[in-house]
Structure formats: structure tokens, C-alpha cells
């Protein structure tokens, strides 16, 4: 798959695309399979949460959780159609100050325009468990 997909591309192919560059550790490379007005959704509970915009916006956010942050991310099971894909994922949370960690279930929801993930809808399933580490 090349760096900027072609509108032809499904939405499970681009999520799947972009597990392979993450788990990869290519940043850049995932981001380029973000259109350019990519909006992300965060849970307000969190301390990065919130709501992002555009590339900048997702270099924002993840500046935010690093504060607080580290994270491994495995398991992602892929779901969905070329439209509407769900990515379910099992994620360790490590709070950087406390070294306390948590390991939830992330759901994801993906919409696409262009080729590209337009929109993510992040839930994690245990906010409290994840604050918590913090202390």
C-alpha cells in the first residue's frame, strides 16, 4: 500500500495498513494514512482527551498522552467493510511518573473519506483503571 491511499482503497485494508505500520513503530507512515482533516476523539476523562484536528491535532494528542503515558498495544482485531471499520485491541497503559500500569480493551471506530481515515472514535473500557495509575 503506498504512503497516501487511493480513494478505491477499503476502509478494512487502510486499518489494517495502518495496526502493520504502528506495531512497525512508523509514525510517519501511519500518519500518512490520515486525511488531512482527521478528527480523533478522546474520552474527556482523560487527561489527553478530547477532540483533534488535522495532522497537527494527532501530533498534539499524542504529545499530550506521552506526558503521561507509555503504552504497548497488542492483538488488534479488525472489523467492519470498506465503509465503517472497529478495531478492538488490548493496550497496557504505563503511567510515566508512577510506573503503575493498567491493561484495558480499546474499541475504535473508523470512518474514512478519500481513501484515508477521516474520523476515530476511541473507548477505552476502563477510564478509572487507566487514571488510577496515575497515582
Given amino acids: 500500500m503506498s504512503a497516501q491511499s487511493d480513494s478505491t482503497t477499503g476502509g478494512l485494508a487502510?486499518?489494517?495498513?495502518?495496526?502493520?505500520?504502528?506495531?512497525?513503530?512508523d509514525g510517519a507512515g501511519a500518519m500518512a494514512l490520515f486525511h488531512p482533516e482527521i478528527r480523533i476523539e478522546q474520552p474527556a476523562s482523560l487527561p489527553h482527551g478530547g477532540s483533534y484536528h488535522g495532522h497537527a491535532g494527532v501530533a498534539d494528542m499524542g504529545q499530550a498522552f506521552g506526558k503521561y503515558w507509555s503504552r504497548t498495544i497488542d492483538n488488534p482485531r479488525i472489523f467492519g467493510s470498506d465503509d465503517a471499520v472497529v478495531q478492538l485491541t488490548t493496550q497496557t497503559w504505563t503511567a510515566r511518573e508512577s510506573g503503575h500500569q493498567a491493561t484495558v480493551d480499546v474499541v475504535e471506530l473508523?470512518?474514512?473519506?478519500?481513501?484515508?481515515?477521516?474520523?476515530?472514535?476511541?473507548f477505552q473500557q476502563d477510564t478509572a483503571a487507566l487514571?488510577?495509575?496515575l497515582h
Fill in 14 to 25: 487502510v486499518v489494517t495498513e495502518l495496526a502493520r505500520r504502528f506495531a512497525a513503530g
Fill in 110 to 122: 473508523f470512518s474514512f473519506a478519500d481513501g484515508l481515515v477521516r474520523e476515530i472514535r476511541v
Fill in 131 to 133: 487514571l488510577e495509575t
